[in-house]
């Protein structure tokens, strides 16, 4: 079942003091307006957010610190191209942090359905190394490192995905910080497969776990680093949604 709130139910949350200033959104008109594209993208979101929720609940020592979406978690960097430099947006489709017996971890959620060419996804990754390399996290998120995971069709739109994301030299020096899968191995019959060796890193042939090592600009590095936030970070991730 797909469900969609209108603008009855919007009213309905006011009154009831869940919700506070909703924005003045036609909701019923936007409902009509929704097409299979945009419904397919919103679908594989919320399976990311259910297998991931319900895998924590049953790994122990692991805890979900909190999952958000929205225009308030979007941002803008400038990119260098080949022949410019360009403003692109940093837009994830979940930002959610996780915490173990080490520490925290913060992850940005990319769910790729296929729509989109591979150099424009591409250029969506080199916005979010770009955002690392200025620290813009730090600022916007209060959070010291942070892995992106895509997951996205199928098998060989993950290879597509990523043999770009090789091809590009500042993404393969902050490889590690890219992790790709595919939305068949999400599944809620066996959600433990997230943190299992499903997911791929550019200049890799060996599958990865979702928790690694930290992203380094130095090739020679032994990243030895966990990818672990600041203990001392920012409300906006020490608490939940």
């Known amino acids: 079942m797909v469900y969609a709130i209108t603008n009855r139910g919007v009213q309905n949350l006011q009154k009831e003091g869940l ?34 929720t319900a ?12 999952w958000r979406e929205g225009r308030k978690r979007q941002d803008r960097i400038e990119v260098a191209l080949p022949d410019t430099y360009a403003k692109v947006p940093v837009a994830p489709d979940g930002f959610f942090g996780l915490r173990d017996a080490k520490g925290r971890s913060s ?14 996804f591409t250029r969506k990754l080199k916005a979010y190394a770009a955002y690392f390399r200025q620290k813009k996290h730090e600022q916007k998120f209060g959070i010291t490192l942070f892995r992106v995971l895509t997951v996205t069709s199928n098998v060989e739109r993950q290879r597509n995905l990523v043999s770009s994301a090789e091809a590009a030299e500042d993404l393969r020096r902050l490889k590690k910080m890219f992790l790709f899968t595919t939305e068949e191995k999400l599944s809620l019959v066996r959600q433990e ?6 997911w791929t890193v550019p200049a890799s042939g060996e599958p ?34």
């Open 19 to 52: 919700i506070k200033n909703p924005p003045k959104t036609d909701r019923n008109a936007q409902n009509r307006e929704l097409g299979d594209i945009h419904i397919a993208h919103a679908l594989l979101i919320s399976q990311i957010r259910a297998v991931l």
């Open 55 to 66: 895998a924590c609940k049953e790994e122990k020592g692991l805890e979900l610190l909190f």
């Open 107 to 120: 992850f940005f959620v990319e769910a790729d359905r296929g729509t989109m060419t591979l150099e424009r």
């Open 193 to 198: 497969t997230i943190f299992e060796k499903i």
């Open 208 to 241: 990865q776990l979702l928790f690694g090592q930290a992203p380094s600009e130095n090739p020679n590095h032994k990243e030895s680093i966990t990818m672990q936030q600041n203990p001392n970070a920012h409300a906006e991730v020490r608490h939940g949604p």
